[in-house]
T-cell receptor
Framework: GDSVTQMEGPVTLSEEAFLTINCTYT??????LFWYVQYPGEGLQLLLK?????DKGSNKGFEATYRKETTSFHLEKGSVQVSDSAVYFC?????????FGKGTRLSVIA | NAGVMQNPRHLVRRRGQEARLRCSPM?????VYWYRQLPEEGLKFMVY????????ESGMPKERFSAEFPKEGPSILRIQQVVRGDSAAYFC?????????????FGQGTRLTVV
């Protein structure tokens, strides 16, 4: 079945550092890809999405590009802030409801 | 436009009791999804409902768990005879359609603790 694999956390970065969180997927057909963010004690919020190959999703300085050839959707941000500390989930939606990766906890220290 | 509303936010039940978790989708959304999140784990899909119909329940445990989404009122996830292993955060999401690429909006979750 469809699945998502993302890098294990936790990830700890200093403010203004560059962030990459890797995400690869397995799916039949051409799924849509998402990154969701979860702040402590909260539900998930959509961060960005891409619906077809080579699409780039972007929001709040975060970016991810849908790479069909490598089945990847890595999340990047050029300069993280303390307020970016959260858990980030990669997800896909094909012929099934959203399938999530296990999440990557990011801690940004001042 | 209110978001997805889940209640209660926190629920404590003794082993053997029943737990009822409620989810009101966003206005205009007729597709509802339930997920379970264990500590330090991702979200595991449980069930997908569209008004009065269960579309996909492949993630639901075969016993003690049931879900409904009546024509009127919220969606309900019901857990009978709870056990300690049911302790988790349960999230509901809703979407306008069931098509791939449609954004799903999540509630803040119900944190169930079984004592």
């Amino acid at each position: 079945g469809d699945s998502v694999t993302q890098m294990e956390g936790p990830v700890t970065l200093s403010e203004e550092a560059f962030l990459t969180i890797n995400c690869t997927y397995t799916a039949t057909g051409y799924p849509s890809l998402f990154w969701y963010v979860q702040y402590p004690g909260e539900g998930l919020q959509l961060l960005l999405k891409a619906t077809k190959a080579d699409d780039k999703g972007s929001n709040k300085g975060f970016e991810a590009t849908y790479r069909k050839e490598t089945t990847s959707f890595h999340l990047e941000k050029g300069s993280v802030q303390v307020s970016d500390s959260a858990v980030y989930f990669c997800a896909l939606s094909g012929n099934t409801p959203l399938v999530f990766g296990k999440g990557t906890r990011l801690s940004v220290i001042a | 436009n209110a978001g997805v509303m889940q209640n209660p936010r926190h629920l404590v039940r003794r082993r053997g009791q029943e737990a009822r978790l409620r989810c009101s989708p966003m206005k205009g959304h007729s597709h509802v999804y339930w997920y379970r999140q264990l500590p330090e784990e991702g979200l595991k899909f449980m069930v997908y409902l569209q008004k009065e119909n269960i579309i996909d329940e492949s993630g639901m445990p075969k016993e003690r768990f049931s879900a409904e989404f009546p024509k009127e009122g919220p969606s309900i996830l019901r857990i009978q005879q709870v056990v300690r292993g049911d302790s988790a955060a349960y999230f509901c999401a809703s979407s306008e359609t069931g098509a791939s690429g449609t954004e799903a909006f999540f509630g803040q979750g119900t944190r169930l603790t079984v004592v």
